[in-house]
């Protein structure tokens, strides 16, 4: 019986991890439909998020499941009640590729972005790609030291996040009110991204020591080229 | 002991209750600070967020307590697991009213909305200020019929949502990229604000009967003028 239940425990763990795996690509499919302006790669972040769904609806019944038949206390009690909240963020990181992929879809068969912003953007995925393959890890692996400093890719999220609020604000943009709305929305879904893989890392932290990190806690940026 | 544990269920509902009590009153204050430029008010709602975290922290700790002493099931189980669910959407809430404020705060003494889209803003305003209270009455009533309406609520703002982007989007918008931004930003913040109430709903009925209805299954928003 106890080790149907470490299995079923072990079970929750790796539902979580594929989950952010789908979350992850999906960020970076969406990516490349954005600077590619790919319709057919967008059609599919939006229609796989069904999957995703569906992880989430199993992973949180099975959560549901120990809960009621084996009453878990202490360490165990964290992790499942940790499962419950980290599907909600992985399943929102998920929307948040869907809704980068809607904006790419939208503007075909023009570029959603003005060239001028390709990079940051290239950037930002890269780093959200990063950031769920990370809280992938941290976990499967339970690894609290790599799990705090998750907040250091999200800070240099922030960083290119910043970066881009100046160039649509401060400098002369020239691609009009509709491209600066959708740079906006953009960045702020990337970021957004980013502060669900901490919140991910956070809820790693306290699975293994029973206290939650406030964010300012966990360890920021250090000098980068 | 049973009653004691009666007790805390409900003690949990309360604190429920109370968490989006503060989380509308904050978006109530944010929508007036923004509507008026009003720094002291704003000040206030960033600073009152501290509160909201405090009674996050609080209730989360309660339901975990629960679940370690009480080992609940079946329905005090669902509402226990969905108030750990609702403690991350009600905060949510409370953290877009911050982000309202916090643009209003930046842009003092200037106003951060032209005077064109004050209306949308004010009904945005009064729409979630309506939709953080009937999410409070359904928690604390069980209501499901009325926890199933918070879905033609949140499509009126979906509604005004749209309108505004069109307004930003497809008319000739006069007032730079700058403060199109910040409309988009900020009708955002409204509309996600919205999607939370609408969740806690869904909760409330998940709650009620085992069942967590989609979206497209509550009844949407029939005709209004």
Not at 180 to 204: K, M, N, W
Request: aromatic fraction near 6%; proline fraction near 3%.
């Amino acid at each position: 019986m106890r080790t149907a239940y470490q299995d079923q425990l072990e079970d929750l763990t790796n539902q979580l991890g594929a989950m952010c795996e789908l979350a992850g690509a999906a960020m970076e499919r969406a990516t490349q439909a954005l600077l590619q302006a790919d319709l057919v790669l967008a059609e599919q972040v939006i229609s796989d998020q069904d999957v995703l769904g569906e992880h989430s609806a199993r992973t949180e019944e099975a959560a549901f499941v120990l809960l009621a038949l084996q009453a878990p206390v202490a360490r165990d009690l964290r992790s499942v009640v940790s499962a419950i909240q980290m599907v909600a963020d992985i399943d929102r990181m998920g929307a948040l590729a869907v809704h980068v992929a809607k904006i790419a879809r939208r503007r075909h068969p023009v570029h959603a972005l003005p060239e001028e912003v390709n990079g940051y953007f290239s950037e930002m995925g890269r780093v959200a790609v990063e950031l769920g393959r990370t809280a992938q890890e941290v976990l499967l692996t339970g690894d609290i030291d790599k799990a705090a400093r998750i907040r250091a890719e999200d800070d240099a999220m922030d960083d290119l996040h910043r970066h881009l609020f100046n160039v649509l604000m401060d400098r002369e943009w020239k691609h009009g009110v509709a491209s600066a709305v959708d740079v906006a929305l953009l960045s702020r879904f990337y970021e957004r991204f980013a502060d669900h893989a901490v919140e991910i890392g956070r809820r790693v932290i306290f699975m293994a020591t029973g206290e939650l990190p406030e964010y300012e806690e966990l360890p920021p940026e250090t000098w980068r080229d």
